[in-house]
């Protein structure tokens, strides 16, 4: 069984950092792509960013290129998402997902709030 499983959200305050986590297991995910996404309330999901398990190729939406940064730890099968100058607009449910291409994303965890006081 395939599990995503998100920690390391939270409340902080207006340019502070927080790093979430996601824990994957039940599958080798070798050759999967990791996405970041983010629903903020009464908003669509969107996509934050995404990192192949494969080389480690990053990319980034433009609202948090250059404060966002995804990496990865092989040996503990997690994908991180590094979050500095927090902004309140950044406020929303982080979900990390995978999936065998970029257009497509089978698994998805249950998501972790991130809240951000100004």
């Known amino acids: 069984q395939v599990q995503l499983v998100e920690s390391g959200g939270g409340l902080v305050q207006a340019g502070g950092s927080l790093r979430l986590s996601c824990a994957a297991s039940?599958?080798?995910?070798?050759?999967?792509?990791m996405g970041w996404f983010r629903q903020a309330p009464g908003k669509e999901r969107e996509f934050v960013g995404r990192i192949r398990w494969s080389g480690g190729s990053t990319a980034y939406a433009d609202s948090v290129e250059g404060r966002f940064t995804i990496s990865k730890d092989n040996a503990k099968n997690t994908v991180y998402l590094q979050m500095n100058s927090l902004q309140p607009e950044d406020t929303a449910v982080y979900y990390c997902?995978?999936?065998?291409?970029?257009?497509?994303?089978?698994?998805w965890g249950q998501g972790t709030q991130v809240t951000v006081s100004s």
């Open positions: 997902a995978a999936g065998a291409t970029i257009f497509r994303y089978e698994y």
């Open positions: 039940g599958r080798t995910f070798s050759s999967y792509v």
